[in-house]
Nanobody, 123 residues
Framework: QVQLVESGGGLVQAGGSLRLSCAAS????????MGWFRQAPGKEREFVAG????????FYADSVLGRFTISRHNAKNTVYLQMTSLKAEDTAVYSC????????????????WGQGTQVTVSS
């Protein structure tokens, strides 16, 4: 069982930056891939970015490619999402997740979810 706790959300102006963190605890040895999802009111949850735990291979949604960067600190069991050039449409609740396979992570079929952190981008 893996527990995930996000932090770093807040209010930022369009064009600004924000860094989200997700700390994992519990059975972290079972993790293979971790990533970030977001969901705005009235919209479906969407995949944002992912990373493999061992190799550090990253993958992104087209909507954030070039603006967001996902990374991890293995010793701290923590994954980060550095967001730059933020847009109003980036406003959403951001949640981190862990999965045993990359394909499961992309599909949202994850073993653990964080509680979510609100990101609000003002124009």
């Amino acid at each position: 069982q893996v527990q995930l706790v996000e932090s770093g959300g807040g209010l930022v102006q369009a064009g600004g930056s924000l860094r989200l963190s997700c700390a994992a605890s519990g059975r972290t040895f079972s993790m293979y891939a971790m990533g970030w999802f977001r969901q705005a009111p009235g919209k479906e949850r969407e995949f944002v970015a992912g990373i493999t735990w061992t190799g550090g291979t990253t993958f992104y949604a087209d909507s954030v490619l070039g603006r967001f960067t996902i990374s991890r600190h293995n010793a701290k069991n923590t994954v980060y999402l550095q967001m730059t050039s933020l847009k109003a449409e980036d406003t959403a609740v951001y949640s981190c997740a862990a999965a045993s396979r990359v394909t499961k992570l992309r599909a949202g079929d994850n073993d653990a979810w964080g509680q979510g952190t609100q990101v609000t981008v003002s124009s």
